[in-house]
């Protein structure tokens, strides 16, 4: 496609269950963003990916939460044991290259609903 | 710690300019970018500044101060579909972006 597509656009979720949410970059774009948006509020740098490998995963708020890039180019981002306050918009974003000076492109986002 | 600082909300009126002012304190510093979010939609790259001084995009100017730790966005001739949430980002390092909480822009006929 042309942006980057993210599925489910929205889920919806009972507590303790987990979820998987997918990204689908920019075709050729080899760096891979993952962030968390709350109502009203910034973007959370959750891990990217420098091709297939998250050299930092400092960012993701705790081990419930992992993610992983296959072939270069989708990742999915899981979490473990929902709870309320993981309900967020899951944003995705690709660039061409991991270095300086490249835009970010994001798609739509999952908007994410824990009961 | 690292801390953006940005207004929570402005308004302006139509045809007028706006200028959405962003300090910050990060650990590392290659860049500031500029995005801008519509209601419920995707953010969307609108300029990024390494050197200090203004950089002019159509309507949009971005303007840095590496000495100040400060940078604005100035947006003229306002447009009613200008209405947006405004993010400064600062590139802590490469192409890793630590986002502000956003700058809600009104803008009134």
């Known amino acids: 496609g042309a942006g980057v597509s993210q599925s489910p656009s929205n889920k919806v979720t009972e507590k303790g269950k987990d979820v998987e949410l997918r990204c689908d970059p920019i075709s050729g774009h080899t760096a891979l963003y993952w962030y968390r948006q709350s109502l009203g509020q910034g973007l959370e740098f959750l891990i990217y990916?420098?091709?297939?490998?998250?050299?930092?995963k400092s960012g993701l708020p705790s081990d419930r939460f992992s993610a992983e890039r296959t072939g270069g180019s989708v990742s999915t981002l899981t979490i473990q044991r929902t709870q309320q306050e993981d309900s967020a918009v899951y944003l995705c974003a690709s660039s061409l290259r991991w270095e300086n000076n490249q835009p970010q492109h994001f798609g739509d986002g999952t908007r994410l609903s824990i009961l | 710690g690292q801390s953006l600082e940005q207004p929570s909300e402005v308004t302006a009126v139509e045809g007028a300019i706006v200028q959405i002012n962003c300090t910050y304190q990060?650990?590392?510093?290659?860049?500031l970018s500029w995005y801008q979010q519509h209601d419920g939609g995707a953010p969307t790259f609108l300029s990024y500044n390494a050197l200090d001084g203004l950089e002019e995009t159509g309507r949009f100017s971005s303007f840095l101060s590496r000495s100040d730790s400060y940078g604005y966005l100035l947006l003229q001739e306002l447009q009613m579909k200008d209405s947006a949430s405004y993010f400064c980002a600062v590139e802590t390092g490469a192409n890793n972006l630590f986002f502000g909480t956003g700058t809600r822009l009104t803008v009134i006929p």
């Open positions: 990060t650990s590392g510093f290659y860049g």
């Open positions: 990916f420098q091709g297939n490998s998250a050299p930092d």
